[in-house]
């Protein structure tokens, strides 16, 4: 029962506007160590959990990269391109879309 405690830590967490992934991984500690886990069991079920999921891994690259295409004018080069969009008619759009 004290176990559950997890998802109190995690309601305190969102309630009061913290990083949600330091949230649920001090959940995720607090909840090992009160399962009767030593802290190398917790960290040994991180790691195994990481490495299992391919989406956190896929999460954990693709961010950089967003960064460093934010930084070198992504955003900029969407607006272009959605300006030039403006005047296409839908037959085009559709052309270019299907192709």
């Given at each position: 029962?004290i ?8 309601i ?6 913290r990083n949600p ?6 959940a995720?500690i ?6 009767k886990m030593?802290?190398?069991?917790v ?7 990481f ?12 961010l950089?990269?967003?960064?460093l ?25 559709l ?5």
């Amino acid at each position: 029962m004290i176990v559950l405690l997890g998802v109190v830590v995690v309601i305190l967490g969102f309630v009061t506007r913290r990083n949600p992934v330091l949230v649920v991984g001090v959940a995720g500690i607090v909840t090992g160590l009160l399962g009767k886990m030593n802290p190398q069991e917790v960290l040994a079920a991180f790691g195994r959990s990481f490495a299992d999921s391919r989406s956190v891994t896929v999460f954990a690259i693709v961010l950089p990269v967003i960064g460093l295409l934010e930084r070198y004018g992504l955003r900029e080069q969407a607006r272009n391109l959605i300006g030039r969009l403006g005047s296409l008619s839908a037959g085009r759009f559709l052309a270019v879309y299907l192709l």
